[in-house]
């Protein structure tokens, strides 16, 4: 499966890049819409690191006018 990957990768980089958009239509395919993409995760992750820290800014807090 590592060696798949790596192959993967190794075609990604020599794909010309006014093609890559389309291969990236196609791989897109296979990412499941409930799954989070890893910048997400990061985000998430993050988020609840402010939150435990309290580095946050409460609804009530904001300025809204």
């Known amino acids: 499966m590592v060696a798949m990957r ?6 990604i980089d020599i ?18 819409e409930d799954a989070p993409m ?3 995760v990061e985000a998430i992750r993050l988020g609840r690191e402010e939150i435990k820290n ?3 800014v409460g609804f009530d807090d904001i300025d809204w006018d």
Do not use: C, W
């Open 6 to 11: 790596k192959q993967l990768h190794d075609i």
């Open 15 to 32: 794909v010309d890049s006014s093609e890559l958009n389309i291969l990236y239509q196609v791989l897109a395919q296979f990412i499941p």
């Open 38 to 40: 890893p910048d997400e």
């Open 54 to 56: 309290g580095e946050t």
